[in-house]
């Protein structure tokens, strides 16, 4: 219920490209539009680099896109990367806005410039030539916002930051996870710490379909494809690194492979990266394909056994500018083979660390699904934040 909510045009809600210092030359951190995740808060990275020009910011601003198709794919984020002080910089397509204080919370107000309230306005004030068209800046300034008191501000900020919290925290448990995997897995099987750091004589040499099977995805009808969320989702490789369902099938027996959580897919053509996958069940595309551990509960050996190989593909085919995979390369996959013994020592360790991984992410998925609704919801005065528990 809207109780004493004030209408004010944006630019009186936040400062808009408030103006920085920073001397050309100077090595800042840096956030080019490539780090920014889809529908994201937080920044995963940044590169330090000298200030030749760009858009300056410091912590607690949101950055969102002004280019098409980066607003439209929800590359906003607050930024949190820098110290006290610290001006940081990134790309010239970024808009800046800034809390006002005492008007608006920083919170707030990144998760109002992420609402339908402003987003939508944005993306329709696009102009330019096809494919580079820019959000007009005047527009959105201008746009009237009914605006709650700072305090509610604050309770509404502070609940839908609660579930990018959780969702950053899965992510920070996750990383770690990967770190520590890796770290055991080169630990015996690239230094053989455990075994006085000479390889086993009973370790043998192989290849890949020693520890695993590859699934290959199958074709779908183009003209059966929809992103209206229509039908069954259809994993491609532009999908991975998200985990998203982007693409869907009306398909009525899509063929092919069902990819479950937990499974390890691998794009075929460009980056030949594995990942874990951590969404609900969806079908495989072509040129992507599935190492399915032989060993149920053997997927951290197969996952860190193939990355290096995929690799050394890849750094080999930028050279060549090849840019696909298929069942030669996989064919050509050496391998050592541990004994029976340690690989049911090294999946004891890491089976629960896949699970939990997998079980943070489709947590954030949800938690997703919940902030994605409750936000334009709450930014409308449509739900009272006083009566929401989470």
């Given amino acids: 219920m809207k109780c004493n909510w004030t209408t004010k045009k944006l630019s009186e ?83 800046v806005f800034r809390a006002i204080d005492g008007v608006s919370d920083a919170d707030y107000l990144y998760y109002l410039i992420c609402s339908p309230l402003v987003r939508n306005p944005a993306i329709k004030s696009m102009v330019g030539s096809s494919g580079r068209q820019r959000v007009q800046t005047d527009v959105v300034a201008n746009l009237d916002i009914e605006l709650p008191p700072i305090e509610e501000q604050r309770e509404i900020g502070g609940l839908l930051k609660a579930i990018d919290d959780k969702i950053e925290l899965n992510n920070a448990i996750n990383n770690n996870l990967f770190e520590q995997m890796q770290a055991l897995y080169k630990a015996w099987f690239v230094d053989f710490e455990p075994f006085g750091g000479v390889r086993p004589s009973n370790w043998n040499d192989t290849n890949i379909y020693a520890i695993a099977n590859i699934i290959y995805g199958a074709p779908f009808a183009s003209k059966l494809f929809n992103t209206d969320g229509l039908g069954k989702p259809i994993i491609r490789i532009r999908d991975l690194k998200e985990q998203a369902f982007v693409t869907f099938t009306t398909e009525e027996h899509p063929k092919g492979h069902l990819i479950q959580p937990g499974d390890i897919v691998v794009g075929m053509d460009g980056e030949f990266r594995p990942y874990i996958w951590g969404n609900e069940p969806a079908w495989l595309n072509q040129r992507v394909c599935i190492f399915e551990s032989n060993r149920p509960q053997g997927k951290a050996f197969v996952l860190y056994t193939i990355k290096p190989l995929l690799n050394k593909i890849e750094q080999t085919q930028v050279a060549t500018t090849v840019i696909h995979i298929g069942k030669k390369d996989f064919d ?26 997998v079980n943070n992410r489709l947590q954030n998925k949800r938690l997703a699904v919940l902030r994605d609704t409750l936000l334009p919801k709450l930014m409308s005065g449509e739900l009272d934040v006083s009566n929401i528990e989470l």
């Avoid at 541990?338 to 089976?351: G, M, Q």
């Fill in 13 to 95: 809600i936040a400062y808009i490209n408030p103006r920085e210092s920073l001397g050309k030359g100077v090595v800042a951190k840096k956030v080019p539009m490539d780090k920014l995740q889809p529908f994201c808060r937080d920044i995963p990275e940044f590169v330090l680099e000298e200030y030749k020009g760009g858009t300056k910011f410091r912590n607690g601003d949101t950055i969102m896109a002004r280019i098409t198709p980066c607003l439209e794919n929800g590359k906003i984020a607050k930024v949190s990367v820098l110290r006290d002080g610290e001006v940081g910089f990134g790309s010239t397509e970024y808009i």
């Fill in 332 to 357: 050509a996959f050496e391998i050592i083979l541990p004994d029976e013994a340690t690989l049911d020592s090294f999946d004891s360790i890491t089976a629960p660390m896949i699970e939990q991984i």
